[in-house]
């Protein structure tokens, strides 16, 4: 099974930028759509937003014009670019190749003045 890591979190203040990272342990040029999901303190796990085989992307509502869903097929690395952060987007941010059960183990974001 594809393992996947996430890596970037850390605490931003309101208005600010991180870029979090998702390396898979083999190719990923094969391996796709991959999609970002995250989970808020109390609240239920949600999807953020998926990427394509062609660099095509979908997001949800809320991130949309802000979050930024990329793919680098030969550093087996999907990004998501994240700016004009809000405390809401405050979450434990996951991976995961769409329509399996593999998952990263998550990165924090903690978006606070």
């Known amino acids: 099974q594809v393992q996947l890591v996430e890596s970037g979190g850390g605490l931003v203040q309101p208005g600010g930028s991180l870029r979090l990272s998702c390396v898979a342990s083999?190719?990923?040029?094969?391996?796709?759509?991959v999609a970002w999901y995250r989970q808020a303190p109390g609240k239920q796990r949600e999807f953020v937003g998926v990427?394509?085989?062609?660099?095509?992307?979908k997001y949800v509502g809320s991130v949309k014009g802000r979050f930024t869903i990329s793919r680098d097929n030969a550093k087996n690395t999907v990004y998501l670019q994240m700016n004009s952060l809000k405390p809401e987007d405050t979450a434990v941010y996951y991976c995961?190749?769409?329509?399996?059960?593999?998952w990263g183990k998550g990165t924090l974001v903690t978006v606070s003045s």
């Open positions: 990427v394509g085989s062609g660099g095509g992307t």
């Open positions: 083999e190719s990923i040029a094969r391996i796709n759509p």
């Open positions: 995961r190749i769409s329509g399996t059960d593999s």
